[in-house]
């Protein structure tokens, strides 16, 4: 099967030796039981005749199999080849877990990807074995036993809070999915306590403080990713806390949320404050791209400790990830200031932007420092290139960019096309290769990614006594760290 290097004999071994490296690349269907489990499952590993793999949850759900309730399928990690590969179906699947199609349902996922629907459905099945419809149902029914379990939410907000269009709906897919009723799914949780709360606000804002632990691959370099984002904290939109949590304002698509993430050992604890409880999917999403959660970091130190000058710093830190985003739009402006500019005075000018662009937040989410959502495209297009504190061209560039985003000509979100934004965003006056290569790193996930002419990085390379400040050399150099070099620089 295509999904991962490996023969389904292989694939069973991996789960007789309960092997948690493939969970997320795929899924085992024990037909004598009905259900599928990750390759970790501590359960009795059936015998090979009952078993059957799949590539993804829906897959299995398809094929008529329940979820596990032993090994909870649903807490593990996203398949990291999503976030090596970049075609239809990786860009698909992206949007299908940012909740796009419950947003805007099948078509809207296909004109997204400027696809038809027809098209789409023949590369999902193809690739994941599972229609966009059975992707997007078995990801409604995972996020609704997330609320079942971790708030006090009615079973109905719950329903239509996952992105199911009815109530009857939400117990039909629960049933087939778990084999259980969502109130038996509650009954049965193990938790006592609950971190929902819905008070009412002067502005019509309803908070819905939700918590959840999503699941990173083992090892994971939390703290330094937690370092990286502190040290390019935004004021009024990011902070980090005493306790060395990082809290941020997401703009969603039923409007301004707060996440509050600190990175465990082999996880990252988030509580979202959403707007609307159906943007939890979103949140979800992208939080996950914040801090890379799918990336397989035995591959990428494997691949990375082969050169036997960057060996020591692999194992010194191993499981470091390539920051991502949540916000388009704000890496925009991060990579377009931060031009021939030092991390220090690109946080100063982004700052100021906020604090003349973003829209306030309301009193009561105005904590820890948070005070506004990042710039909307359409409010940085329209601004004052006079007011951006930075060289004319540098801002009227950013105008330009924020102009091709607002009108949809350029998208720097989820399921976008990596070579065809790189190729709109060269044709902009004042934005060069080293711009779209680390908006590819950053905004899109492109774990491949060499600024080959980045003075920091040359920097390094010389302190490594590799290839001097010479861009070339340092290309040269590089080429032997493919298809991770996103995470070499990091």
Not at 21 to 36: A, E, K, L, P, Q
């Amino acid at each position: 099967m295509s999904f991962v290097n490996l023969d389904e004999d292989a694939m069973y071994e991996a789960c007789k030796s309960r092997d948690s490296r493939f969970d997320g690349y795929f899924f085992m269907g024990v037909s004598s039981t009905g259900i599928y489990c990750r390759p970790s499952c501590p359960a009795l590993t059936p015998k090979r005749s009952n078993a059957s793999f799949f590539s993804s949850r829906a897959a299995a759900e398809s094929a008529g199999f329940r979820a596990c309730r032993r090994c909870r399928s649903d807490l593990t990690p996203g398949s990291p080849e999503w976030n090596v590969r970049s075609d239809l179906a990786s860009r698909a699947m992206a949007l299908i877990n940012d909740g796009l199609v419950d947003r805007s349902g099948i078509t809207g996922l296909a004109s997204a990807l400027a696809v038809s629907p027809r098209h789409l459905q023949r590369i999902l099945v193809s690739e994941l074995g599972a229609s966009p419809l059975a992707l997007s149902r078995s990801r409604r029914a995972h996020t609704a036993r997330i609320l079942i379990e971790s708030t006090a939410l009615p079973l109905t907000e719950v329903a239509f809070g996952a992105g199911f269009a009815s109530v009857r709906q939400f117990n039909e897919t629960i049933r087939a999915v778990f084999g259980t009723t969502p109130s038996e799914l509650r009954r049965a949780c193990v938790a006592t306590s609950h971190t929902h709360s819905s008070p009412s606000s002067p502005q019509g804002f309803e908070l819905t403080p939700i918590t959840v632990r999503l699941a990173a691959r083992e090892p994971f370099a939390g703290t330094e990713i937690q370092e990286f984002l502190a040290a390019r904290a935004i004021d009024g939109v990011e902070s980090v806390d005493n306790a060395g949590t990082y809290n941020r304002v997401l703009n969603l698509p039923h409007g301004p949320a707060l996440m509050s993430a600190t990175p465990l050992e082999s996880s990252v604890e988030v509580r979202f404050q959403l707007t609307e409880i159906k943007d939890l999917t979103a949140a979800v999403a992208r939080c996950r791209r914040l801090f890379d959660l799918d990336a397989d970091p035995v591959a990428i130190d494997a691949a990375l400790s082969s050169d036997k000058e960057l060996r020591p710093l692999v194992e010194a830190t191993p499981g470091r990830r390539s920051p991502g985003a949540v916000n388009g739009t704000e890496m925009a402006v991060r990579a377009i200031v931060g031009q021939q500019i030092s991390v220090a005075g690109a946080r100063t000018v982004i700052g100021r932007m906020v604090s003349r662009l973003g829209v306030a937040l309301p009193g009561h989410l105005a904590v820890d420092g948070l005070t506004a959502q990042f710039p909307s495209p359409e409010a940085l297009a329209d601004s004052d290139p006079g007011e951006l504190s930075m060289p004319r061209s540098r801002a009227m560039a950013l105008i330009e960019v924020a102009t091709l985003i607002a009108s949809g000509d350029v998208c720097l979100d989820a399921g976008a096309d990596r070579i065809e934004t790189e190729q709109q965003l060269l044709r902009v006056k004042g934005i060069g290769p080293w711009t779209t290569a680390y908006l590819s790193m950053r905004a899109l996930g492109d774990p491949d990614v060499f600024l080959a002419t980045d003075l920091g990085v040359l920097k390094g390379l010389e302190r490594l006594g590799v290839a001097g400040r010479d861009p070339k050399a340092a290309l040269v150099r590089s080429e032997q760290w493919k298809p991770w070099r996103s995470y070499a620089l990091h």
